[in-house]
């Protein structure tokens, strides 16, 4: 089982030993992670991932409501079933529809959940980016102080 799926989450207890899995296998999650709730577990080993979102319509000043549906590989080791909250990534494509992969099970008996990227935080990075340029600055200016004293 590999170390780190460079994924904050806790990995399953059984090995399934697929070489499509994420946990157990070669497959590398790279892209986008999301969360969502499983709407159909039929297809063997696949799994429909859905989230909603809200959509801006200028026209009438408000937000409407809209789902995202994503074809999931569904490994062994997780099984996931319908109406189960679920992590998913992004990878290679494994078949027509499907390029991501479930990474968790995050629990039971949903039935709608918002969703929520995991992986891209940009206002966070951009505040830490800009406390580190104040704090830059304002080394600057005490270095400048102490010259002035001189
Ligand atoms: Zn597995």
């Known amino acids: 089982m590999k170390k780190s799926i460079g994924v904050n989450l806790q990995p399953p207890k059984d090995d399934c030993g697929s070489g499509s899995c994420a946990w157990h296998g070669t497959l590398s999650v790279r892209g986008r992670v999301f969360r969502g709730v499983v709407r159909s577990a039929k297809s063997h080993n696949t799994a429909i991932i859905e989230w909603?979102?809200?959509?801006?319509?200028?026209?009438?000043?408000?937000?409407?409501?809209?789902n995202t549906r994503v074809?999931?590989?569904?490994?062994?080791?997780?099984?996931?079933?319908?109406?189960?909250?679920?992590?998913?990534?992004?990878c290679k494509p494994l078949s027509k529809t499907k390029h991501f992969v479930i990474l968790a099970k995050v629990g039971e008996g949903m039935f709608e959940i918002k969703g929520e990227?995991?992986?891209?935080?940009?206002?966070?990075?951009?505040?830490?980016?800009?406390a580190k340029a104040e704090k830059e600055e304002a080394s600057e200016e005490m270095k400048e102080e102490k010259k002035n004293e001189e």
């Open 117 to 130: 990227d995991l992986a891209d935080k940009p206002e966070e990075k951009e505040e830490k980016r800009g």
């Open 52 to 66: 909603g979102y809200h959509r801006y319509v200028p026209k009438y000043e408000r937000y409407e409501r809209r």
């Open 71 to 90: 074809t999931a590989h569904n490994p062994d080791c997780i099984k996931a079933k319908e109406g189960d909250a679920v992590v998913v990534g992004e």
